[in-house]
C-alpha cells in the first residue's frame, strides 16, 4: 500500500466534477486489487476490484486504472455527489500471505 | 440483511481491565479478521481466521488475543489493554480468504485506554 505518513491526504472537487484518487502500491506479486470507500462512522466499503491481469475495470460512475509497470492504482468517480465524500482506500492482495494490505487513505470532499 | 456486527461501539476503558469486543457475522462466512486504524496509518490487522478453531496472528497481533469456537463469532480479546491500543477497530468477514471476495466490515468500536 501507500507509504506511512502522518497526515491522509486528501482532496476536494466541485459537486459533477469528476475526481481521481491516486494509490502507489509496494509489491509488484500483488495480484488483487480493492477500492475500498468509508463514510464518516462507518466501516470501509467494497466499490470496485480489478485483477492484475487487466489494467481497466469500470462500475457504475467508477472506474480503475492499474498500472503496473510504475505500481500505481487509481479511481476514478464520474460526477460527483455529495455523497461520494468519504475517505477512500486502496488495498493489494497477497496471495501468497492471502491477506488485503491497506493503503493510508485519501479523503475526498466534495463542494456543493 | 447481511451484516457484520460489533459490539460496543463505544469503549472508554482503563489500562489493564481485561475487555472483549464482539463480532459476529451472519453470512457464513468462513474468513474473518480484526484490523485496527489509526491516524496515518490505514488499517493494520491484528488476527485473522481462516475456519472454526483456525487462527493466526496478522501484522499487530502484540496484545491481543482470539478466538473462533463457532463460525459466525470472532471476539477480540484485550487481556491487559494499555494506552497505545487507543484506537478504531474493526472487524471483517468473507467468504473465504482467496482473492474476488469481498470483505464485509462491521461498524466499528472506538476504544479508548486511559
Known amino acids: 500500500g501507500e507509504s506511512v505518513g502522518l497526515h491522509l491526504p486528501t482532496l476536494s472537487v466541485q459537486e459533477g466534477d469528476n475526481s481521481i484518487i491516486n494509490c502507489a502500491y509496494s509489491?509488484?506479486?500483488?495480484?488483487?486489487f480493492i477500492w475500498y470507500k468509508q463514510e464518516s462512522g462507518k466501516g470501509p466499503q467494497f466499490i470496485i476490484d480489478?485483477?492484475?491481469?487487466?489494467d481497466k475495470r469500470q462500475g457504475q460512475r467508477v472506474t480503475v486504472l492499474l498500472n503496473k509497470t510504475v505500481k500505481h492504482l487509481s479511481l476514478q468517480i464520474a460526477a460527483t455527489q455529495p455523497g461520494d465524500s468519504a475517505v477512500y482506500f486502496c488495498?493489494?492482495?497477497?496471495?501468497?500471505?492471502?491477506?488485503?494490505?491497506f493503503g493510508q487513505g485519501t479523503r475526498l470532499t466534495i463542494n456543493p | 440483511e447481511a451484516q457484520v456486527t460489533q459490539n460496543p461501539r463505544y469503549l472508554i476503558t482503563v489500562t489493564g481491565k481485561k475487555l472483549t469486543v464482539t463480532c459476529s457475522q451472519n453470512?457464513?462466512?468462513?474468513?474473518m479478521s480484526w484490523y485496527r486504524q489509526d491516524p496515518g496509518l490505514g488499517l493494520r490487522q491484528i488476527y485473522y481466521?481462516?475456519?472454526?478453531?483456525?487462527?493466526d496472528k496478522g501484522d499487530v497481533p502484540e496484545g491481543y488475543k482470539v478466538s473462533r469456537k463457532e463460525k459466525r463469532n470472532f471476539p477480540l480479546i484485550l487481556e491487559s489493554p494499555s494506552p497505545n491500543q487507543t484506537s478504531l477497530y474493526f472487524c471483517?468477514?468473507?467468504?473465504?480468504?482467496?482473492?474476488?471476495?469481498?470483505?464485509?466490515f462491521g461498524q466499528g468500536t472506538r476504544l479508548t485506554v486511559v
Open positions: 471483517a468477514s468473507s467468504l473465504s480468504s482467496g482473492m474476488n471476495t469481498e470483505a464485509f
Open positions: 509489491n509488484s506479486a500483488s495480484d488483487y
Open positions: 480489478i485483477r492484475s491481469n487487466m
Open positions: 488495498a493489494e492482495y497477497f496471495q501468497g500471505a492471502q491477506k488485503l494490505v
Open positions: 453470512m457464513n462466512h468462513e474468513y
Open positions: 481466521s481462516m475456519n472454526v478453531e483456525v487462527t
